[in-house]
């Protein structure tokens, strides 16, 4: 099985701030590599597709990158809203497995 | 209003079984793969299950966890997906998200509200 290891687990920032998130895979996974997003007692949101193509809907201040093993969630500057708990998951090989999660809190 | 709702979960005893189902609307059902995901009480996403379309007829996939005990079919003429769930554990208890792939199979991009499985004696 594919391992998706996200850093950090916790984020504390402000309103404004840019920040990224990392995941790690212990496998090449080519790009099919996803980002949701999720709020308490509610159900993911997909931000992010394909490592990079922006989820219709989503604001441009999410942004994804990265290639084989590495990549990375960016918020370009942090809104109310976007304080949340994110996911990465990878689709390239069964079982998909998702990563621990980040959860970004307001500093 | 293009929408998934999941019903069918509840309290089961350890050993039982328990079949969810997932209802869509808006969209063409029968053409899009559909997973089965899982969330346990203050935990991250785990994904269960998938079911592919007609045109790959119909086949599953499942992770290591479930595989032998759960089930994943669907009915496209009532376009809803289903969870049979036999010999439950505690390690079971979540709530069940199902989700729709998009045609790529790059993400889910639609989810539901999602039902809560207890196993509990």
């Known amino acids: 099985d594919i391992q998706l290891t996200q850093s950090p687990s916790f984020l504390s920032a402000s309103v404004g701030d840019g920040v990224s998130i990392s995941c790690r895979t212990s496998?090449?996974?080519?790009?099919?590599l996803a980002w949701f997003q999720q709020k308490p007692g509610k159900a993911p949101k997909l931000l992010i597709y394909g490592t990079s193509t922006l989820q219709s809907g989503v604001p441009s201040r999410f942004s994804g990158s990265g290639s084989g093993t590495e990549f990375t969630l960016t918020i370009s500057s942090l809104q109310p809203e976007d304080f949340a708990t994110y996911y990465c998951q990878q689709l390239n090989s069964y079982p998909l497995t998702f990563g621990g999660g980040t959860k970004v809190e307001i500093k | 209003e293009v929408q998934l709702v999941e019903s069918g979960g509840g309290l089961v005893q350890p050993g039982g079984s328990l079949r969810l189902s997932c209802a869509a609307s808006?969209?063409?059902?029968?053409?899009?793969?559909m997973d089965w995901v899982r969330q346990a009480p203050g935990k991250g996403l785990e994904w269960v299950g998938r079911?592919?379309?007609?045109?790959?007829?119909?086949?599953?996939e499942y992770a290591a966890s479930v595989k032998g005990r759960f089930t994943v079919s669907r009915d496209d003429s009532k376009n809803s997906l289903y969870l049979q769930m036999n010999s439950l554990i505690s390690e079971d208890t979540a709530v069940y998200y199902c989700?729709?792939?998009?045609?790529?199979?790059?993400?889910?991009?639609?989810w539901g509200r999602g039902t809560l499985v207890t196993v509990s004696s």
């Open positions: 496998q090449g996974i080519r790009s099919y």
């Open positions: 079911s592919r379309n007609k045109v790959h007829s119909y086949t599953t």
């Open positions: 989700a729709r792939v998009l045609p790529s199979g790059t993400a889910d991009d639609l």
């Open positions: 808006g969209f063409t059902f029968s053409d899009h793969y």
